[in-house]
């Protein structure tokens, strides 16, 4: 009993050890556990890689300034409705919707008649019905007629179509282009009635004064592209149109046109002696 009672504090002493490394691990498991989950929220490969668009440039000074908050709280909102249709119709409908965008093509043998300005307006107030992040609608649709400014685009856009076919393409790509005969002579941007042009906007302006920034920009004004090509594809309208990267554009040009590379799509009628790939 005597040797029991002297062990005794040797006992208690060597169990406080066992807790403290005990609770010493499983503190290091939990740090360990809350990095990991930290480290795999910061690594968003969707927004740092397919979805960058200047979204996070204005974030920094938006949040420093916190006038911005509850600037936009009342947005009004109304009862939505939305018309049922049966299954027979609905397999109908969408059949024609296919059938009607596989006829789209990119077409460069074009017309100078004419395009009623009115189709123009409405084709794209249907692209300005597109989704986009936080409802902030960032484009920018430009219709051009004048012909020297339509000629000024088409030397910027063919200066730099130059260089992206004979150094910044690659052979593998200017050779998969030889089979749908394009190149870097573009002479229908000045034969085309109009031109329009879009601009994302990476940022608004506020009542205050201040930045407003627009999420996901660069994909919400693709998604406006697309819709606008669709309502380009409409039978009614019988358009055509054919889509070029626009660059930054020189600053020779008026100011509104001095924004972040864009696209310029050509609206025109079709002549018929032209081809397209099947």
Known sequence: MELFSSLTPVFI????????????????????????TKNKFESRPWVDDDLRDSTDLHVEEEDADGDWQGLDENIAHVSFSAERYS????????????????????????????????????????????????HTEPWT????????????????????????????????WVNDLKRLRTNWIKEYLDTAPYLILIFKQVYGMLPNDQKKTHYYNEISVSIACGILLAALQDPKTGMIHTWTPLPTVQPDLPTHYSRDPGRCIILAWWVSEGQVGT
Do not use: W
């Open 13 to 36: 002493a060597i169990i406080c050890v066992l807790i403290g490394i005990i609770l010493k691990s499983n503190r290091k498991s939990s740090k360990k556990g809350k990095s990991e």
């Open 87 to 134: 299954e027979g119709e609905m397999i109908k409908r969408s059949k024609e919707f296919y059938e009607l965008l596989n006829k789209r093509r990119s077409v460069r043998f074009i017309s100078d008649e004419p395009v009623p300005r009115e189709v123009i307006n409405n084709v794209i107030k249907a692209a300005g019905t597109s989704p986009s992040g936080a």
């Open 141 to 172: 649709f430009v219709v051009v007629q004048d012909p020297e400014l339509k000629h000024r685009i088409r030397e910027i856009i063919e200066e730099e179509e130059e260089i992206n076919y004979k150094k910044r393409m690659g052979d593998r």
